[in-house]
């Protein structure tokens, strides 16, 4: 199916579709049978798959709405209609500022325009090295401790604009020391 | 085991003995056991690595302890809380635990017992003549929790801990009772939607149990979309069996035999939360086929919502359910007759839910005798913004928004003054300090422009800009609205870009008038609440804070110093510290430079406008200014420092 559907691809969106999305691509198609084929459950199933990947492919979408049978159009309606959806890759430390009422009050414009200059990428963008994606959200229900920020799976409480360089720093610490971490285990495999 | 005689109360007493018992082993506990708040709320605040911190504590010195997790008390000011049940004392509530509290708590408490650490204590769950006591407090003495009673004393987790104080009773009750008696209590204490438009439960309860087609569904709305309010998040994540319970004693009430709850995809907590408690209800026969023996039957599954404000309208949330795009379709039909496959489907609020069980327990007379006579029981709202305890309150309808303000919250921090209260979210309004004897409860707030909504109530001092405000809001509501009006569409639009040409200082006096007549149309052309509601922020700003949208207009000058393209800072050269540079390192632009005479001050072109070398500079010193319009700032003469003086600087 998949092969079919690359087929129908032109040159240039057939050179988009890079390694890793072909790996996405080819763990959806065989995902695919477990979904119900209820156009009903077309959210649930873009959720899933968003879920497991992190995103959703535009292919992908293809291949959905030819499983509940309908057309590509529908599901695309749907998936631009609701927030929550992605079409590109998230980055490995998603970052979410939150722009609720009570964040925004507290500056959380300003924490976004930070995160934008130090990661070098705009709202909604996700860094070349896949490390950093930024977005915003509306209120992730913590507005007693604004602003808030979600880094990963994790909420930063009264972020500061002068806080955004500890939390990449914080990352970028981790990374580091995981990267020693391996680099010392590769030697002693050796 | 069970026989075909029991009643479903006996068969409930089964499991509550059982639970009641296991509970009473906790409170009994030889060994110390510590509570700690872990909603999402807790979690931000840091409440895992508490945990971590007492559990590595206790491992150094050998401690035996037992450590619980619980929901969320709504007091977000004082996060990370614990409660320390440690015996020989009353159980005492901590607040502000962090890893390194929560060491010093074992070493000097649960070690020897010798020291309640004093300086972290809030007081004693219970009256205790050594302790101060909740009550001692203005939050607990002017609250009445009725849903919110046990969120944050019980695991969220354990279905034992909301069986043991009385959970599932009610349901137990209803079911012997039968729906019909179930619909009659709630009519009667005439139970009014919390979910923003106060529609009476009882009555549309009522009318999908009418209606004779099948299968009806019952739908929890857990979508919470205003981007400023938590508390049906709180409830879902700190006491879930109470709202399964609510929810069930809906579906007994009009006969349905599914039931849904619908989450916001922002709160997967609270999804996992409440899968877990359907699952372990499903196992006690508290859900599922023949409740409880009862002959009576219930489905219930979550959905989780994907990030769309105007799916938390009912009929939109149902073309979401049914997988379209979540756009509200005109009533009638209403739901409660044609919904969800054409079906009667009734959507209640989580609060409205939550209510019930307590309403069937105590019956209609005792709901009606809190609260006022039109909107009775109790209002949730969470408190947020410059009040000195903001959180969860949960207090009767009918008292003042001063008293909920000043009395229950503490009032404004920092000693500064109250500018405005925005209630209701992006439906509701900005409420001016003039305005504060405002009684709380459905009718009172609509009279006043604004809208009880989703029970967001965010407080504004006077650094706040209430132009930016109606900015905000109507920004919100251009980008949520589904497109489908044109005058909602078109026309917030329209009034967000007059507001923001008005916040960086290129409105015109006339287009003020414009704003009113625009507003008047899309309240008008809109088909559905998002619509009709979304002017509510702009109309209430101007009427009650016009004064600063003309000082935007004609001044060029943000009267709250807020709209950074009307501001600018600079540093007073008179009390910035020779030699000092705390400042500089803050700034994310390197605007702050050094001058000729060793003081700092600021390249305006460089400058972002952040504030934050505001808070960097010392307070002893408070050099830097905030002015409004930026060519308020004084020609101070500023050089910076030449190059050979730096070297020599540098050199030093
Ligand atoms: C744009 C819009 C958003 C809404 N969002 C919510 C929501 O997040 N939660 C909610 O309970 N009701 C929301 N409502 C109200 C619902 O349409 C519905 O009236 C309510 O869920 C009924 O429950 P209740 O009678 O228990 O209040 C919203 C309405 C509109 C117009
Ligand atoms: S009023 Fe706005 S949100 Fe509501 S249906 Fe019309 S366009 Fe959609
Ligand atoms: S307001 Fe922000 S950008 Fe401007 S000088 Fe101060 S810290 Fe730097
Ligand atoms: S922090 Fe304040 S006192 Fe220190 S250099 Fe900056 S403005 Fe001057
Ligand atoms: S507004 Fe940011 S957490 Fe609610
Ligand atoms: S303390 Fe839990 S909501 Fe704030």
């Known amino acids: 199916m998949l092969d079919q559907l690359l087929a129908a691809l032109n040159e240039t969106e057939r050179a988009a579709v890079d390694e890793e999305e072909y790996q996405v691509l080819q763990a959806v198609v065989d995902e695919l049978p477990a979904f119900s084929h209820e156009v009903s459950q077309l959210i649930p199933i873009l959720q899933e798959i968003q879920g497991k990947h992190g995103y959703l492919p535009r292919l992908a979408l293809n291949m959905v709405a030819d499983h509940v049978q309908t057309s590509i159009g529908k599901v695309y309606g749907i998936a631009t209609f609701y927030n929550q959806f992605r079409f590109n890759p998230p980055g490995r430390n998603p970052i979410k500022v939150c722009l609720g009422t009570a964040c925004h009050v507290k500056g959380g414009e300003i924490l976004l325009e930070n995160f934008e200059r130090r990661l070098q990428i705009k709202v909604g963008e996700t860094s070349d090295d896949r490390e950093y994606s930024l977005e915003r959200v509306a209120c992730i229900g913590c507005c007693a401790l604004a602003p808030a920020v979600v880094v990963g799976e994790k909420v930063e409480a009264y972020v500061t604009p002068s806080k955004v360089e500890g939390i990449i720093t914080e990352i970028e610490v981790r990374n580091e020391m995981a990267a020693r971490e391996q680099a010392k285990n590769d030697a002693t495999n050796e | ?363 209609h007379q005792w709901f009606r005798s809190i609260g006022t006579e039109k909107s009775p029981g109790t209002a949730i709202f969470s408190v947020v913004g410059e009040v000195e305890y903001p959180g969860l309150v949960e207090v009767p309808m009918g008292v003042t928004l001063e008293h909920l303000v000043v009395d229950v919250c503490g009032g404004i921090k920092d000693g500064k003054e109250l500018k405005a209260v925005q209630i209701g979210g992006p439906s509701g309004g900005c409420l001016p300090a003039s305005l504060m004897e405002t009684v709380i409860d459905f009718d009172s707030l609509k009279s006043v422009g604004a809208m009880m909504g989703s029970g967001g109530l965010v407080v504004m001092n006077e650094d706040t800009c209430m132009v930016e405000v109606a900015r905000y809001f109507t920004d919100f509501t251009q980008g949520e609205s589904c497109g489908k009006c044109t005058f909602c569409r078109i026309g917030t639009r329209h009034l967000r870009d007059i507001l923001h040409s008005i916040t960086i200082g290129e409105g015109k006096m006339e287009e003020l008038d414009d704003l009113e007549e625009i507003c008047e149309a899309v309240i008008k052309g809109s088909l559905c609440s998002l619509g009709k509601t979304a002017p509510n922020p702009v109309l209430t700003t101007l009427r009650f804070f016009r004064d600063e949208y003309v000082a935007h207009i004609e001044e060029k000058r943000c009267p709250a110093k807020m709209c950074r393209p009307l501001i600018a800072f600079y540093i007073d050269l008179e009390p910035c510290a020779r030699g000092c540079d705390a400042c500089v390192a803050c700034c994310p632009t390197d605007a702050i430079f050094t001058t000729s005479n060793r003081k700092k001050a600021i390249d305006q072109e460089k400058c972002v406008k952040c504030g934050e070398c505001v808070y960097a500079c010392p307070p002893e010193y408070d050099a830097v200014r905030r002015v409004s319009p930026p060519e308020m700032i004084p020609d101070q003469g500023v050089k910076p420092l030449s190059e050979t003086e730096k070297e020599k600087e540098e050199s030093k």
């Not at chain 2, 137990?172 to 139970?191: F, I, M, T």
């Not at chain 2, 979309?225 to 399964?244: F, I, K, W």
């Open chain 2, 1 to 363: 085991m069970t026989q075909q005689t029991n009643s479903p109360k006996e068969h409930l007493l089964v499991h509550a003995e059982r639970a009641k018992e296991r509970v009473k082993e906790l409170k009994e506990s030889p060994v110390p056991v510590i509570y700690v708040g872990c909603a999402t709320c807790g979690r931000a605040a840091g409440a895992l690595a508490t945990i971590a911190g007492f559990e590595e504590v206790l491992k150094d010195n050998g401690i035996e302890a037992r450590i619980e997790k619980v929901g969320c008390l709504g007091h977000c000011y004082a996060e990370p809380l614990v409660i320390i049940q440690n015996p020989g004392f009353p159980a005492l509530l901590y607040q502000k635990i962090g890893a390194g509290e929560a060491g010093i708590l074992v070493r000097s408490f649960l070690k020897d017992g010798s020291d309640p650490c004093y300086e972290y204590l809030i007081g004693a769950l219970e009256a205790d003549e050594n302790f101060p006591t909740l009550m001692d407090y203005p939050r607990y003495l002017y609250e009445n929790r009725v849903v919110m009673e046990h969120c944050g004393l019980i695991d969220p987790d354990e279905i034992d801990h909301y069986l043991a104080v009385g959970g599932y009773l009610s349901l137990a009750q209803g079911l012997e009772k039968g729906g019909e008696w179930v619909l009659d209590e709630v009519k009667s204490a005439n139970l009014r939607g919390r979910g923003g438009a106060g529609f009476p439960a009882g009555r549309k309860w009522e009318i999908a149990r009418k209606v004779e087609k099948t299968p009806k569904t019952v739908i929890c709305n857990g979508d919470e979309g205003d981007p400023g309010a938590y508390m049906d998040r709180t409830l879902l994540e700190s006491n879930p069996h109470q709202v399964l319970e609510g929810l069930a004693l809906a579906a007994l009430a009009i006969g349905a035999e599914r039931a849904l709850l619908y989450i916001r995809a922002e709160y997967p907590l609270a999804v996992k939360i409440m899968e877990r408690a359907i699952e372990q209800a499903r196992e006690k026969n508290l859900l599922g086929d023949d409740i409880l023996g009862s002959g009576f039957s219930l489905e219930v599954s979550v959905f989780q919502g994907s990030g769309a404000f105007v799916c938390g309208e009912e009929t939109a949330l149902i073309e979401s359910l049914a997988g379209n795009r979540g756009m509200p379709q005109p009533r009638p039909p209403y739901p409660a007759v044609a919904g969800l496959d054409g079906l009667p489907t009734v959507i209640n609020n989580v609060k409205t839910l939550s209510t019930v069980p307590s309403i069937i327990r105590n019956g």
